[in-house]
């Protein structure tokens, strides 16, 4: 019996790469007041709900997804939350 899944991904730059968002928001803030802010740094959040027979299947789906599209690896680091809602 398959199972439904959702799950929260999150993808953001290598700390090696530079991140020209999150100095702009770290530099915003500081003129702001909010000179305690040691550093920013900018990603994205996605949401993805999909049907798997199993979590270990799930996870690979969402490897290779992220991998392929949401994320560039050369560049981007990802993770992601996974959790089993109903069955199918």
């Known amino acids: 019996m398959a199972q439904q899944f959702q799950a929260q991904i999150y993808v953001t730059l290598r700390p090696s790469v530079l991140d020209p968002a999150g100095v702009a928001v770290q530099s915003g803030l500081k003129h ?3 000179d ?3 550093s920013v740094r900018i990603g994205k ?3 993805l709900s999909l049907t798997a027979e199993n ?3 799930a996870q690979e ?3 290779r997804v992220c991998d ?3 994320a560039n690896p050369v560049i981007e680091n990802y993770r992601f939350d996974l959790k089993a809602v109903a069955a199918v």
């Open 45 to 47: 959040y996605i949401e």
């Open 32 to 34: 702001m007041g909010y």
């Open 61 to 63: 789906q969402l490897d």
């Open 68 to 70: 392929q599209l949401l």
């Open 55 to 57: 979590e270990a299947a």
């Open 36 to 38: 305690n802010v040691e």
